[in-house]
């Protein structure tokens, strides 16, 4: 996912005042190289997604542990986010195990 996209995802979580996030990622692409995953979230700081809990679905299963370095590089930078490899998962920790 693009910068922009997340920007102007943090722009919609303002606007609604959401306290949370559930992210279902089922795009295609592969994830960010090292060097983009840190320049991006460089990119979000300060646009109040660190006050957000979000839980992000990576559907496809070939990805999932680049997804989690990813949570680990967004967790060292404040972030309330945790990935998983279903929907019910996620909103379960969204539900009760998060705030």
Do not use: C, H, K
Request: hydrophobic share 45%; charged share 25%.
């Amino acid at each position: 996912m693009t910068t922009e996209y997340w920007r102007q995802i943090a722009r919609t979580v303002r606007e609604v005042g959401a306290g949370q996030l559930l992210v279902l990622d089922e795009l295609p692409g592969e994830v960010m190289s090292d060097a983009e995953l840190l320049r991006f979230f460089d990119s979000l700081a300060g646009l109040g997604l660190e006050a957000v809990q979000i839980a992000y679905v990576e559907a496809r299963l070939d990805q999932v542990a680049r997804i989690e370095y990813a949570q680990l590089l967004a967790q060292e930078r404040g972030y309330r986010v945790r990935t998983f490899a279903n929907e019910p998962e996620a909103r379960l920790w969204l539900r009760y195990g998060g705030a």
